[in-house]
């Protein structure tokens, strides 16, 4: 509205303006040389404007005319850009979604028409390393780290591309570069902490840390459980150097994140080392109710140095009553109580404590029940059919990171260089999967686990010698006698030096037979009588599962059975009776058997001449 009026104002004004000139009388006369030239005021006035026009329009064709040249280069130029522009976004585009050869199309349309745009020259390397084309890929991004726009992500393409190449050094050394442009990178400072930590190089990664706490790149609480991460690897790598600066590092690692299984275990060393129990106690127990870890029990254990075994059991029952039963860490405390009861000689509390887990044991359930029956009744070959349950058994939780299984703990995953990786828990490989138990207890296992077999009542020598029955025609592949324990154990010689199968042979029962009759002795002649006979107030025998009917089985046919190799115990090597085998031996025979086998040498040569 203001609009309109001014501009009626204005018409208004210029109304007024040409009709007071068309009202001024007289005339104005224009001398120039010979010439004169007489007219009224309103048409010089008139003229005037005429002219003025006039001059305005031949200037306006003349620049337009003059301007011609640059508009058509602007013009052209705008249509180029836009063609760049348009390519860069279609090739972005198809790298999105894995096309190639489009991409490869839309990165030589952008070079063609936006050289100098930094998305071109990004489309162009991205292009190269989607083809795998990595020497291109290398020479675009040192063209784009030459540029003061495009340096960092210069810096970057270079620094994966030398990732991509294994050249750890050279990456680091990009991403000190990139880190000296801009301290807040968050690629370069992680790859820089990484590096310094991988090195040993604590001092300097705490150093990034504090840049990065400055920076704005880690939370406050993160910050905390890293620099205490960061002090404990410093401790750890001191302890034996200089115990004064790995004290001081853990007592602040243990400060900054309680809960770190590492710090608070060499923290507890420490305070326990100044008979400060309490503390140390404390210490313990925090990380404990935050992840039960078999070091803190041990720690907790000789927090108190001289302590007798039972002593140390108590105090390990008192730590493990502090977990519920409902956690998931409930069993490395029942597993520390077993460990302790074993060293007690309570060998009833570890029988205990272990039998819940004796269904579906792990690993270290097995171990124990193997130490437990070696240490408690002397059993070697119960304690071996453990030991081989165990190889099979379930793995405990470990120390993990990325897919990496370690027996101690690390600052950094070797994987992935990433700070504070490794968690305790059970690895990947051993998890339950819907397809069924992959682990199955064998029958050579479930029968050397069994009861053993009831002792043999031998006659006395005074008695009478009884002829000893005549025994059941039974197949030759299942004989159990004492006498002939020997052949097996020759045949076990031999298939010692081989690993233990994977999978269960079919006959495990007689394998298990055969185990059973070489650990027991050589029967003397007296003890292969009959026994004497039972008093009637004695409990009958129970039946071992040692041994099986053999009435499913069918009698031998005249063609030989093949012998089934005995497995043995890992731990028992067996003796090679038999020398090496000769290949030529093997072919030629005996003499005997090859008694007109031709002869070598002269001799020979000889014969077949005669001949």
Same mark, same amino acid.
């Given at each position: 509205?203001?609009?309109?009026?001014?501009?009626?104002?204005?018409?208004?004004?210029?109304?007024?303006?040409?009709?007071?000139?068309?009202?001024?009388?007289?005339?104005?006369?224009?001398?120039?040389?010979?010439?004169?030239?007489?007219?009224?005021?309103?048409?010089?006035?008139?003229?005037?404007?005429?002219?003025?026009?006039?001059?305005?329009?031949?200037?306006?064709?003349?620049?337009?005319?003059?301007?011609?040249?640059?508009?058509?280069?602007?013009?052209?130029?705008?249509?180029?850009?836009?063609? $760049?522009?348009? &390519? *860069?976004?279609?090739?972005? @585009?198809?790298? +999105?979604?894995? %096309?190639?050869?489009?991409? =490869? #199309?839309?990165?030589?349309?952008?070079?063609?028409?936006?050289?100098?745009?930094?998305?071109?020259?990004?489309?162009?390397?991205?292009?190269?390393?989607?083809?795998?084309?990595?020497?291109?890929?290398?020479?675009?991004?040192?063209?784009?780290?030459?540029?003061?726009?495009?340096?960092?992500?210069?810096?970057?393409?270079?620094?994966?591309?030398?990732?991509?190449?294994?050249?750890?050094?050279?990456?680091?050394?990009?991403?000190?570069?990139?880190?000296?442009?801009?301290?807040?990178?968050?690629?370069?400072?992680?790859?820089?902490?990484?590096?310094?930590?991988?090195?040993?190089?604590?001092? $300097?990664?705490? &150093? *990034?840390?504090?840049?990065? @706490?400055?920076? +704005?790149?880690? %939370?406050?609480?993160?910050? =905390? #459980?890293?620099?205490?991460?960061?002090?404990?690897?410093?401790?750890?790598?001191?302890?034996?150097?200089?115990?004064?600066?790995?004290?001081?590092?853990?007592?602040?690692?243990?400060?900054?994140?309680?809960?770190?299984?590492?710090?608070?275990?060499?923290?507890?060393?420490?305070?326990?080392?100044?008979?400060?129990?309490?503390?140390?106690?404390?210490?313990?127990?925090?990380?404990?109710?935050?992840?039960?870890?078999?070091?803190?029990?041990?720690?907790?254990?000789?927090?108190?140095?001289?302590?007798?075994?039972?002593?140390?059991?108590?105090?390990?029952?008192?730590?493990?009553?502090?977990?519920?039963?409902?956690?998931?860490?409930?069993?490395?405390?029942?597993?520390?109580?077993?460990?302790?009861?074993?060293?007690?000689?309570?060998?009833?509390?570890?029988?205990?404590?272990?039998?819940?887990?004796?269904?579906?044991?792990?690993?270290?359930?097995?171990?124990?029940?193997?130490?437990?029956?070696?240490?408690?009744?002397?059993?070697?070959?119960?304690?071996?059919?453990?030991?081989?349950?165990?190889?099979?058994?379930?793995?405990?939780?470990?120390?993990?990171?990325?897919?990496?299984?370690?027996?101690?703990?690390?600052?950094?995953?070797?994987?992935?260089?990433?700070?504070?990786?490794?968690?305790?828990?059970?690895?990947?490989?051993?998890?339950?999967?819907?397809?069924?138990?992959?682990?199955?207890?064998?029958?050579?296992?479930?029968?050397?686990?069994?009861?053993?077999?009831?002792?043999?009542?031998?006659?006395?020598?005074?008695?009478?010698?009884?002829?000893?029955?005549?025994?059941?025609?039974?197949?030759?592949?299942?004989?159990?006698?004492?006498?002939?324990?020997?052949?097996?154990?020759?045949?076990?010689?031999?298939?010692?030096?081989?690993?233990?199968?994977?999978?269960?042979?079919?006959?495990?029962?007689?394998?298990?037979?055969?185990?059973?009759?070489?650990?027991?002795?050589?029967?003397?002649?007296?003890?292969?009588?009959?026994?004497?006979?039972?008093?009637?107030?004695?409990?009958?025998?129970?039946?071992?599962?040692?041994?099986?009917?053999?009435?499913?089985?069918?009698?031998?046919?005249?063609?030989?059975?093949?012998?089934?190799?005995?497995?043995?115990?890992?731990?028992?090597?067996?003796?090679?009776?038999?020398?090496?085998?000769?290949?030529?031996?093997?072919?030629?025979?005996?003499?005997?058997?090859?008694?007109?086998?031709?002869?070598?040498?002269?001799?020979?040569?000889?014969?077949?001449?005669?001949?």
């Amino acid at each position: 509205m203001l609009r309109i009026v001014l501009f009626l104002i204005l018409i208004a004004l210029a109304a007024a303006g040409g009709a007071w000139v068309a009202d001024q009388p007289g005339e104005l006369v224009l001398t120039w040389g010979g010439l004169r030239a007489t007219t009224t005021f309103p048409g010089f006035v008139l003229g005037l404007g005429i002219f003025a026009a006039a001059t305005v329009l031949v200037w306006s064709i003349v620049t337009m005319v003059w301007r011609t040249p640059g508009r058509l280069r602007r013009r052209r130029h705008e249509k180029r850009h836009a063609r $760049g522009r348009h &390519a *860069i976004t279609q090739g972005l @585009l198809a790298i +999105g979604h894995g %096309d190639t050869a489009l991409a =490869r #199309r839309h990165a030589d349309a952008a070079r063609r028409h936006a050289a100098n745009d930094p998305l071109a020259l990004l489309l162009h390397a991205q292009s190269a390393q989607l083809e795998g084309n990595r020497d291109e890929a290398q020479r675009v991004f040192r063209a784009m780290a030459e540029r003061d726009d495009t340096r960092l992500l210069g810096l970057r393409g270079l620094f994966i591309e030398a990732q991509r190449a294994d050249d750890a050094f050279g990456a680091v050394m990009i991403a000190e570069e990139a880190i000296k442009l801009s301290p807040s990178s968050t690629w370069a400072s992680h790859a820089v902490l990484g590096f310094r930590c991988a090195r040993g190089d604590w001092s $300097g990664a705490l &150093a *990034i840390l504090d840049s990065n @706490l400055s920076a +704005g790149l880690v %939370d406050k609480q993160a910050y =905390r #459980r890293q620099r205490g991460v960061l002090l404990t690897a410093r401790a750890l790598e001191s302890e034996t150097v200089d115990r004064d600066v790995a004290r001081e590092n853990v007592m602040e690692a243990v400060k900054l994140a309680p809960t770190l299984v590492p710090a608070a275990v060499l923290a507890a060393k420490f305070e326990s080392e100044a008979h400060q129990v309490r503390r140390a106690m404390k210490l313990v127990e925090a990380a404990w109710l935050a992840n039960p870890h078999p070091d803190l029990a041990d720690a907790y254990a000789h927090v108190k140095l001289g302590d007798t075994a039972w002593h140390r059991l108590q105090r390990v029952e008192t730590l493990a009553a502090k977990t519920p039963a409902d956690k998931p860490g409930h069993v490395e405390g029942q597993l520390a109580i077993a460990r302790a009861a074993i060293d007690a000689s309570e060998f009833a509390r570890a029988r205990e404590v272990l039998a819940p887990y004796l269904k579906d044991p792990t690993q270290r359930v097995a171990l124990l029940m193997a130490e437990l029956e070696r240490t408690e009744h002397g059993d070697g070959g119960r304690a071996r059919a453990w030991t081989l349950r165990a190889v099979r058994a379930r793995l405990d939780p470990a120390w993990t990171a990325d897919g990496y299984v370690s027996d101690r703990w690390r600052p950094v995953s070797p994987v992935t260089g990433r700070l504070d990786a490794f968690q305790w828990q059970t690895p990947v490989a051993s998890l339950p999967s819907d397809k069924g138990t992959m682990i199955e207890s064998s029958a050579f296992e479930e029968a050397m686990l069994a009861a053993p077999p009831p002792k043999r009542v031998t006659a006395a020598p005074s008695q009478t010698p009884v002829e000893p029955p005549a025994a059941a025609p039974a197949p030759a592949a299942q004989d159990n006698s004492p006498p002939q324990a020997k052949e097996p154990e020759k045949e076990a010689e031999k298939q010692a030096v081989k690993e233990v199968p994977k999978e269960v042979p079919k006959d495990a029962a007689q394998e298990a037979d055969r185990e059973v009759a070489m650990e027991q002795p050589a029967a003397t002649p007296a003890e292969r009588t009959d026994p004497a006979p039972v008093p009637a107030e004695s409990p009958p025998p129970p039946a071992t599962p040692v041994f099986r009917t053999r009435a499913d089985l069918g009698k031998p046919g005249p063609a030989p059975i093949p012998v089934i190799p005995i497995v043995r115990a890992p731990d028992d090597p067996g003796i090679d009776d038999e020398g090496p085998s000769d290949e030529f031996t093997e072919q030629i025979g005996t003499p005997k058997a090859h008694a007109k086998a031709q002869a070598g040498g002269w001799r020979g040569f000889w014969s077949r001449w005669g001949a």
